[in-house]
Nanobody
Framework: QVQLVESGGGLVQAGGSLRLSCVAS????????VFWFRQAPGKEREFIAF????????SLADSVKGRFTISRDNRKSTVYLQMNSLNPEDTAVYYC????????????????WGKGTLVTVSS
């Protein structure tokens, strides 16, 4: 059974940066595409980024493109989400997830989820 643990969340002022990490254990990390989702208060969870198995293919939602980057270190079974130019609309719980394919970005297409890390951006 794969376990995912996110870290790096916290309180940051608008315009600031944070780097989230997600460490996987209990499975073959390179078998999976890694995704980041977020859920803002009162809103549905939304896809924001994925990185392919080899780490060279990435995709970002329009809402974060140009501000966030996603990367992975397969030697450490870890994925990172670098978040720059944060604004209050980025306030959410951020989740990492493992999925089987880059063509499936829906929540119900994921195989494993972490418990999330809270990011709060103050104005």
């Amino acid at each position: 059974q794969v376990q995912l643990v996110e870290s790096g969340g916290g309180l940051v002022q608008a315009g600031g940066s944070l780097r989230l990490s997600c460490v996987a254990s209990g499975g073959i990390f390179t078998n999976y595409v890694v995704f980041w989702f977020r859920q803002a208060p009162g809103k549905e969870r939304e896809f924001i980024a994925f990185v392919g198995r080899g780490g060279t293919i990435t995709s970002l939602a329009d809402s974060v493109k140009g501000r966030f980057t996603i990367s992975r270190d397969n030697r450490k079974s870890t994925v990172y989400l670098q978040m720059n130019s944060l604004n209050p609309e980025d306030t959410a719980v951020y989740y990492c997830a493992l999925g089987p394919s880059m063509t499936i970005t829906a929540e119900n297409g994921m195989d494993y989820w972490g418990k999330g890390t809270l990011v709060t951006v103050s104005s």
